[in-house]
Antibody, heavy 119, light 110 residues
Framework: EVQLVESGGGLVQPGGSLRLSCAASGFTFSSYWMTWVRQAPGKGLEWVAN????????VYADSVKGRFTISRDNAKNSLYLQVNSLSVEDTAVFFC????????????WGKGTTVTVSS | QSALTQPASVSGSPGQSITISCTGT?????????VSWYQQHPGKAPKVIIYDVSERPSGVSNRFSGSKSGNTASLTISGLQAEDEADYYC??????????FGSGTKVTVL
């Protein structure tokens, strides 16, 4: 079964950091672009960052550029998002997702991990 | 990277058809035929229902259809059913491997 499972969310104070992880299984992880998408409470989806198959191409939304870092470890079938300098506006559910092969849509999603930024 | 514009809510009776619009710019929706639509039920992960403007993934009901004209994409749900009550988001490629989502539309089945 194709699956993505996020972890690493939690409660963090403003200015703090977290490292989110996404474990992939059931497919050849190293063949796919991957992405992080977040959703603030009661709000819409927001694209956060993309990474290509071998990790040498990374792109970010302007809202997180310079604070968030996307990475992957193909040997461990894992995607990561280092989130730094967090503010209350970063409180959200973070989803990892897979881009369909040679395509521009996300065809597999995890269930998300919640990041709460509060003092 | 401003969110694409969608109506906040759309409603319809069972069996009716509804259409959700998604308006962007000449840099995203208007520039690429890479608009996708996602359905999200409360507390669940999004699910792709349309990609590349009008293509339907295997297993998605043919009651869902997509189109695009200029800077505006549209999702039509025909034969509305109770299970279609959910939030819907469009998403467009915006160049240089970046993407932008729509503001989201809550569909209510009356």
């Amino acid at each position: 079964e194709v699956q993505l499972v996020e972890s690493g969310g939690g409660l963090v104070q403003p200015g703090g950091s977290l490292r989110l992880s996404c474990a992939a299984s059931g497919f050849t992880f190293s063949s796919y672009w991957m992405t992080w998408v977040r959703q603030a409470p009661g709000k819409g989806l927001e694209w956060v960052a993309n990474i290509n198959q071998d990790g040498n191409r990374k792109v970010y939304a302007d809202s997180v550029k310079g604070r968030f870092t996307i990475s992957r470890d193909n040997a461990k079938n894992s995607l990561y998002l280092q989130v730094n300098s967090l503010s209350v506006e970063d409180t959200a559910v973070f989803f990892c997702a897979r881009f369909a092969l040679r395509a521009h849509h996300m065809d597999v999603w995890g269930k998300g991990t919640t990041v709460t930024v509060s003092s | 990277q401003s969110a694409l514009t969608q109506p906040a809510s759309v409603s319809g009776s069972p069996g009716q058809s509804i259409t959700i619009s998604c308006t962007g710019t000449s840099s995203d929706v208007g520039a690429y035929n890479y608009v996708s639509w996602y359905q999200q039920h409360p507390g669940k992960a999004p699910k792709v229902i349309i990609y590349d403007v009008s293509e339907r993934p295997s297993g998605v009901s043919n009651r869902f259809s997509g189109s695009k004209s200029g800077n505006t994409a549209s999702l039509t749900i025909s034969g509305l059913q109770a299970e279609d009550e959910a939030d819907y988001y469009c998403c467009s490629h915006a160049g240089r491997d970046t993407y932008v989502f729509g503001s989201g539309t809550k569909v209510t089945v009356l």
